[in-house]
């Protein structure tokens, strides 16, 4: 596919969705933490009617702070639907560059301003990658370790996609990718989401940057993944392969 030009347009507005669930021993720390990196950033903060009183923990901390903003869904409803009401609040508000990231500090704020002047110089989509130079994991088990890697090298060889870390969930999106994407056809989840944001984003022509983190595992709280999101995952890698092939399904 021909990749599009440069995007130089100035990056005024940052927007950093973070999607909770459980997250009340997170959530007071890591909105400053965020907020710290650069004045431009503002916070969105989806809670999927979190039983442990996290939406409600941030609805405190937006009361003073109106660089947050906190939406409550019913229930839990899953984190590609956070991420694409997300995307759509971004638009309606014409932030200029929208970061998808945990709130759990596995995605490590600091690594924002590598990822914010990745994007400034060239690229349409960031990606922190722990898949590249320099990138990697801390407190890992084996198991999951090697889940992680076939699963960014299975997607590699059937999609086709040129990207080292395929289900990093730590990613940022220039406003025309937001734009041109369709984001009402994006229906998958989990690490699927993922792979399919990043597979379509590609599709598009757009240029896609892999930063390099380390990725640190969570300290509180339980992990989210589960066998359903990596059976997932397995089929939505050949419906995106069929759908470049013979166009939408």
């Known amino acids: 596919m021909e990749q599009r030009g440069k995007d130089t ?46 939406g409600e923990i941030a609805d405190g901390i937006a009361a003073q702070n109106k660089r947050v903003k906190v939406l409550h869904r019913s229930g839990k409803l899953g984190l590609g639907t956070a991420y694409v009401m997300g995307f759509k609040y971004s638009l309606e508000n014409d932030y200029d560059l929208t970061f998808e990231m945990d709130a759990d500090f596995s995605h490590d704020p600091s690594y924002l301003l590598d990822m914010i002047k990745s994007a400034e110089k060239d690229g349409d989509m960031i990606v922190g990658s722990r898949w590249v130079e320099g990138g990697g994991i801390e407190n890992w088990p084996k198991k999951r370790e090697r889940l992680s890697r076939w699963a960014s090298k299975y997607s590699q060889l059937v999609t086709g996609l040129p990207v080292h870390d395929c289900t990093a969930g730590f990613q940022a999106f220039r406003k025309r990718v937001l734009q041109e994407i369709d984001l009402d056809r994006i229906h998958s989840d989990g690490y699927s989401f993922q792979i399919e944001t990043k597979f379509k984003v590609w599709r598009s022509g757009f240029k896609i940057n892999e930063v390099p983190i380390i990725f640190k595992d969570r300290v509180h709280g339980e992990s989210k993944i589960n066998k359903k999101i990596v059976y997932e995952a397995f089929f939505v890698v050949w419906w995106l392969r069929l759908e470049a092939m013979f166009g939408r399904i």
């Open 9 to 54: 347009s100035p990056i005024e507005r940052i927007l950093v969705i973070m999607p909770t669930y459980n997250e009340r021993d997170n959530i007071e720390r890591i909105i400053p933490a965020v907020l710290a990196q650069d004045k431009r950033i503002n916070m969105l903060i989806i809670d999927d009617g979190s039983p442990d009183g996290t």
